[in-house]
Antibody, heavy 118, light 107 residues
Framework: QVQLVESGGGVVQPGRSLRLSCAAS????????MHWVRQAPGKGLEWVTL????????YYADSVRGRFTVSRDNSKNTLYLHLDSLRPDDTAIYYC???????????WGQGTLVTVSS | DIQMTQSPSTLAASVRDRVTITCRAS??????LAWYQQKPGKAPELLLY???NLKSGVPSRFSGSGSGTDFSLTITSLQPEDSATYYC?????????FGQGTKVEIK
C-alpha cells in the first residue's frame, strides 16, 4: 500500500532554514510527480510546490518562490523540501502528496509541523 | 489565480440526511475538480477527482457533479464517520487552489 512519511519539522527562528523529507513506498516513486501542501494552524490547505517525476521541473506558489526548494532522490524514494528565510507565516503542517496523474493528490502523508517563532 | 469558494462554511445534519456542499470557481476549470475529506488531526484524503470519479474504496454515498464553474459534493445518507471538513480543489491551472473548506457536523 502507498505510504508517505514526512520528517524534519520542528521549531525554528525567523530567517533560519529547515529541510523536510518524505519517504515514499508502495508505488513506483520515480514515475510520479510529487507535491508539498501546507496547512496553517486552524486554516485551509495551500499548495506549495510540485516536482516532476524525474526532478527536472519544479513549480512553486508565489508565497514561497525564491525561498523554498523542492528536490527528490529517486534512488532513495525520497522527496525533500528545503525551506530558507523562514517567516512566522510559514508556520504550518507540511504534507507531501503523490500526484494522481493530473495535479490532484491521491495519497497524502501524515504531515510534519514547522513552527517559525523567536 | 483561480479562487474557489465553498458554501456553506459549516453545516449540521442528522444521520441519514442528504447533504450537499457547493464549490464555485472564479473562472472555468472544466472538469478538473477534486474533493477531499479531512478529519481532525488527520491528513486530507481524496474522495473524488474529475468532478465525479470516486477514488477506489470511497463509499458510494459520496458523489460529485458540475462543470465549468459550479460544482457540488453530495452525501446521500450521512453517517457518523462523515463528520469532517471537506475541501474542493481545482487542478485546471497552477497554482492549484482549494476552497476554504466546509465543516460537516452530526446533530
Amino acid at each position: 500500500q502507498v505510504q508517505l512519511v514526512e520528517s524534519g519539522g520542528g521549531v525554528v527562528q525567523p530567517g533560519r532554514s529547515l529541510r523536510l523529507s518524505c519517504a515514499a513506498s508502495g508505488f513506483t516513486f520515480s514515475s510520479n510527480g510529487m507535491h508539498w501542501v501546507r496547512q496553517a494552524p486552524g486554516k485551509g490547505l495551500e499548495w506549495v510546490t510540485l516536482i516532476s517525476h524525474d526532478g527536472y521541473n519544479q513549480y512553486y506558489a508565489d508565497s514561497v518562490r525564491g525561498r523554498f526548494t523542492v528536490s527528490r532522490d529517486n534512488s532513495k524514494n525520497t522527496l525533500y523540501l528545503h525551506l530558507d528565510s523562514l517567516r512566522p507565516d510559514d508556520t504550518a503542517i507540511y504534507y507531501c502528496a503523490k500526484d494522481g496523474g493530473s495535479y490532484f493528490y491521491d495519497y497524502w502523508g501524515q504531515g510534519t509541523l514547522v513552527t517559525v517563532s523567536s | 489565480d483561480i479562487q474557489m469558494t465553498q458554501s456553506p462554511s459549516t453545516l449540521a445534519a442528522s444521520v441519514r440526511d442528504r447533504v450537499t456542499i457547493t464549490c464555485r470557481a472564479s473562472q472555468d476549470v472544466a472538469d478538473w475538480l477534486a474533493w477531499y475529506q479531512q478529519k481532525p488531526g488527520k491528513a486530507p484524503e481524496l474522495l473524488l477527482y474529475g468532478v465525479s470519479n470516486l477514488k477506489s474504496g470511497v463509499p458510494s454515498r459520496f458523489s460529485g457533479s458540475g462543470s465549468g464553474t459550479d460544482f457540488s459534493l453530495t452525501i446521500t445518507s450521512l453517517q457518523p464517520e462523515d463528520s469532517a471538513t471537506y475541501y474542493c480543489q481545482q487542478y485546471n491551472s497552477p497554482p492549484w487552489t482549494f476552497g476554504q473548506g466546509t465543516k460537516v457536523e452530526i446533530k
